[in-house]
């Protein structure tokens, strides 16, 4: 019933950009407090930002000034913007609804930063 769908990743120059989107259903959407986290090979998975119901944003210092991310709760759909990107940022990154003790994960998608 509840499901998190990420699409976006892929391959990507160093200095370019990618748009990650990630789209909800069976929850309501717009009560949850939404999140990307991404995990490399070897390294544990970090909180990359966060939005909540009420806009309110935080970043991780790895990417502030370079990622953005937003939401649109009419199509239940959180997005994260990254520009600038760089090889250190290759990773799979996967979306997070928290609300109180619920939390729902998505299965992820990788963005590879690679000439």
């Known amino acids: 019933q509840v499901q998190l769908v990420e699409s976006g990743g892929g391959l990507v120059q160093p200095g370019g950009s990618l748009r990650l989107s990630c789209v909800a259903s069976g929850f309501t959407f717009s009560s949850y407090d939404m999140s990307w986290y991404r995990q490399a090979p070897g390294k544990e998975r970090e909180l990359v930002a966060s939005i909540a119901p009420n806009d309110i944003r935080n970043y991780a210092d790895s990417v502030k000034g370079r990622f953005t991310i937003s939401r649109d709760n009419a199509k239940n759909t959180v997005y994260l913007q990254m520009n600038s990107l760089k090889p250190e940022d290759t990773a799979v990154y996967s979306c997070?609804?928290?609300?109180?003790?619920?939390?729902?994960w998505g299965q992820g998608t990788q963005v590879t930063v690679s000439s």
């Open positions: 997070k609804a928290v609300r109180i003790f619920r939390y729902y």
